[in-house]
């Protein structure tokens, strides 16, 4: 087995440097399994029922029977229709609490959403904070951010406690059991870290064996990743992506799983960082999550997300939280 990813690793070098060394098929086989570990930690009581339901059928079924969100297509888009559509579908929208959205996340993330001192004032910011506030202005309604551990948001959100979970959320089948999932507002992919003073030691996710230690953040796909691609290394989990890093930085572990925006963020402004390699992963891009069956919300985001992504807005938010987030790394 070693050798058969050793000599596949070898083969994928020529083909790409920064490839950690995995294959497409491998990913979409072993995802289902990884991520249902990962969803059962984070799941709200509704997905319990899901799961239960859907425990008979093989987890193959269960990829099929959820369509993965995709960006919306915006080749086409009639802009005026689409504004008057948002004013009809923002009509069957209902909130926790009237008069506010209230979006849920985890602030450790940046650029997707993280603390910043604006004039002293703590502030969180983020291109899923933009976002969160551009549907909330759709609706005209107030914006409240609420920051809570990302394992968490999921419940939060069955519970009625928030009406959006905003938090790089890869929309995963198994989070689709538990709750709805919007189509794509970005697409990014999952990188593995490690110390750069330690770049020769390592060439891919083969590297990364027993003895060796990996961090991901707790309830985050990135657990997933780590027990896929690297099973033998001890999983370290953390509640926060700064903690990881922390650890990464201090010999504390090996490596760590980061969505790619998030680890070039560090690499960016942390002189003793890397990314090794990217690493496979089906689910590449970032869905706003719903409480399961709340279709008016669902049907309103997806409508909002497809404007700000077809008039450039989104992508204005990206810059924007990627310009702040230096600024405030710097
Ligand atoms: N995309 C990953 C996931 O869905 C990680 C998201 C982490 N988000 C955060 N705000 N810390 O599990």
């Known amino acids: 087995m ?174 689709m059991a538990a709750v709805d999932m919007s189509l794509l507002y970005y697409t990014g992919g999952q990188s593995l870290m490690i110390r750069k003073s330690d770049a020769d030691k390592y060439t891919g996710l083969s590297d990364f064996g027993a003895g060796k230690s990996v961090g991901a953040q707790t309830g985050s796909i990135q657990e997933g990743l780590a027990k896929e691609h690297t099973p033998d290394a001890a999983l370290v989990s953390l509640q926060t992506v700064p903690s990881i890093i922390m650890e990464l930085k201090s010999n504390k572990i090996d490596a760590a799983y980061i969505e790619t925006a998030v680890a070039e963020g560090y690499v960016k402004t942390q002189d003793d960082l890397m990314i090794l390699c990217e690493v496979p992963f089906d689910a590449e891009g970032s869905s706003v999550a719903v409480k399961k069956g709340n279709d008016g919300m669902l049907e309103f985001v997806n409508a909002v997300i497809t404007k700000v992504v077809a008039n450039g807005d989104m992508a204005k938010f990206v810059e924007e939280a990627n310009a702040l987030s230096e600024q405030s790394a710097g």
């Open 2 to 175: 070693k050798k058969f990813w050793s000599i596949l690793l070898a083969s994928m070098m020529i083909l790409s440097l920064t490839a950690c060394g995995g294959s497409a098929s491998a990913s979409s086989e072993a995802a289902p399994a990884s991520s249902s570990e990962a969803a059962s930690s984070e799941a709200a009581p509704a997905s319990s029922e899901a799961a239960s339901s859907e425990a008979a059928s093989s987890e193959a079924a269960a990829e099929e029977a959820v369509e993965i969100p995709t960006m919306p297509d915006v080749s086409n888009i009639d802009m005026a229709a689409l504004d008057a559509q948002i004013d009809e579908l923002a009509a069957n929208v209902t909130l926790a609490n009237e008069g506010k959205l209230v979006m849920g996340t985890s602030a450790d993330f940046a650029p997707y959403e993280f603390h910043i001192l604006d004039n002293g004032a703590d502030k969180i910011v983020g291109f899923d904070v933009a976002l969160g506030q551009a549907i909330a202005d759709e609706l005209g309604v107030e914006f409240e951010v609420k920051d809570i551990s990302f394992d968490s948001i999921l419940m939060e959100l069955n519970a009625g406690t928030i009406d959006l979970g905003i938090a790089g959320f890869s929309p995963t089948p198994d989070r």
